[in-house]
């Protein structure tokens, strides 16, 4: 099982803060530092010093590390066209090696967007499903050809479709691409477009008991369009607060303005024994990557905790 390093820094952090954490994740042998996409705190919180933005975010860090994977969970597509995000992934593909993913959903906070007077459409199923199609469609063009594309949402004519990701397409090796990671929770659409697009399934703070019937759920549509399942990983993401003991976790989890027994029951949280065993069940389901929201990213010690007290013991892929 993977174990991904995922932050919320629109509630309050710098990219030096952001840099502390991507640093202490590969140092400690984590697979991945994922970040949200988001410009605006939610909850009580002010935000402060302000939002930072994804993949200028992700680009730094492209330079300042070396080994582990960097993506988003999810970027919006209200935010950008993606003729533009897909020249900004495939540049910062480039500036890391080949060690980018792209997490891409259809945006839902629409407090942000009125913020900073970015349009939010009542239906964007469509923006997203577009996005999908032209962001792949770019990447996959061979070099010297162009890639048009005349949809609801987006026109392209005669794009060069460049520049091109370092990595190849994961569902197609011939072609330029990045690992797309789709996920939410609908129960017909979003496993189709999993199942066409996705290198990566992702269910995002699911209750515990529903990830089995999930899982279940987007492999018959992988089936339905003719993919083998086994081909689209399966990843969860959940909150982590882990102590040492009752003291340490209450601590923790009133740095986050969590309740513990809340936490035990719909992240992974308590113990290190508890966390080991909760990550083990979701193995067991067929959950072959979590991604731990780290809501206090000062607290380093507790990422060093994980590493020695919990990364060891979880069944391995």
Same mark, same amino acid.
């Given at each position: 099982?993977?174990?991904?390093?995922?932050?919320?820094?629109?509630?309050?952090?710098?990219?030096?803060?952001?840099?502390?954490?991507?640093?202490?994740?590969?140092?400690?042998?984590?697979?991945?530092?994922?970040?949200?996409? +988001?410009?605006?705190?939610?909850?009580?919180?002010?935000?402060?010093?302000?939002?930072?933005?994804?993949?200028?975010?992700? $680009?730094?860090?492209?330079?300042?590390?070396?080994?582990?994977?960097?993506?988003?969970?999810?970027?919006?597509?209200?935010?950008?066209?993606?003729?533009?995000?897909?020249?900004?992934?495939?540049?910062?593909?480039?500036?890391?090696?080949?060690?980018?993913?792209?997490?891409?959903?259809?945006?839902?906070? @629409?407090?942000?967007? @009125?913020?900073?007077?970015?349009?939010?459409?009542?239906?964007?199923?469509?923006?997203?499903?577009?996005?999908?199609?032209?962001?792949?469609?770019?990447?996959?063009?061979?070099?010297?050809?162009?890639?048009?594309?005349?949809?609801?949402?987006?026109?392209?004519?005669?794009?060069?479709?460049?520049?091109?990701?370092?990595?190849?397409?994961?569902?197609?090796?011939?072609?330029?691409?990045?690992?797309?990671?789709?996920?939410?929770?609908?129960?017909?659409?979003?496993?189709?477009?999993?199942?066409?697009?996705?290198?990566?399934?992702?269910?995002?703070?699911?209750?515990? @008991?529903?990830?089995?019937?999930?899982?279940? +759920?987007?492999?018959?549509?992988?089936?339905?369009?003719?993919?083998?399942?086994?081909?689209?990983?399966?990843?969860?993401?959940?909150?982590?607060?882990?102590?040492?003991?009752? $003291?340490?976790?209450?601590?923790?989890?009133? $740095?986050?303005?969590?309740?513990?027994?809340?936490?035990?029951? +719909?992240?992974? @949280?308590?113990?290190?024994?508890?966390?080991?065993?909760?990550?083990?069940?979701?193995?067991?389901?067929?959950?072959?990557?979590?991604?731990?929201?780290?809501?206090?990213?000062?607290?380093?010690?507790?990422?060093?905790?994980?590493?020695?007290?919990?990364?060891?013991?979880?069944?391995?892929?």
């Amino acid at each position: 099982m993977d174990l991904r390093i995922f932050t919320e820094p629109q509630q309050g952090a710098t990219y030096d803060d952001v840099l502390a954490v991507a640093r202490a994740t590969e140092d400690l042998g984590f697979d991945a530092f994922f970040r949200s996409d +988001h410009y605006l705190a939610m909850g009580d919180g002010d935000g402060l010093p302000g939002p930072t933005d994804a993949w200028t975010t992700l $680009a730094g860090l492209a330079r300042e590390t070396s080994r582990i994977r960097l993506g988003t969970l999810v970027s919006s597509a209200t935010f950008r066209y993606p003729g533009v995000l897909a020249i900004q992934v495939a540049q910062v593909d480039q500036m890391s090696g080949g060690r980018v993913e792209l997490g891409l959903g259809a945006g839902w906070f @629409a407090e942000e967007h @009125a913020a900073y007077g970015i349009p939010f459409p009542a239906k964007r199923f469509g923006l997203l499903t577009e996005q999908l199609e032209v962001v792949t469609g770019l990447w996959g063009t061979p070099v010297g050809e162009t890639f048009s594309f005349d949809g609801e949402h987006y026109t392209l004519t005669d794009s060069p479709a460049l520049p091109k990701p370092v990595q190849r397409s994961p569902l197609d090796p011939s072609r330029a691409g990045v690992p797309v990671i789709v996920g939410g929770g609908g129960p017909t659409r979003t496993p189709r477009l999993a199942a066409r697009f996705g290198a990566e399934y992702n269910q995002s703070f699911p209750e515990i @008991a529903s990830v089995p019937g999930r899982i279940a +759920h987007i492999r018959q549509a992988c089936v339905e369009v003719g993919r083998d399942p086994q081909t689209l990983v399966q990843s969860v993401a959940l909150v982590l607060c882990v102590g040492r003991d009752e $003291a340490e976790l209450a601590r923790r989890a009133e $740095a986050i303005g969590r309740e513990v027994p809340e936490l035990r029951e +719909h992240g992974i @949280a308590g113990t290190p024994d508890e966390a080991v065993e909760r990550l083990t069940w979701l193995a067991e389901q067929g959950v072959e990557r979590v991604y731990l929201q780290v809501l206090d990213l000062a607290d380093l010690e507790h990422l060093q905790l994980v590493a020695e007290a919990v990364a060891p013991h979880v069944p391995q892929a």
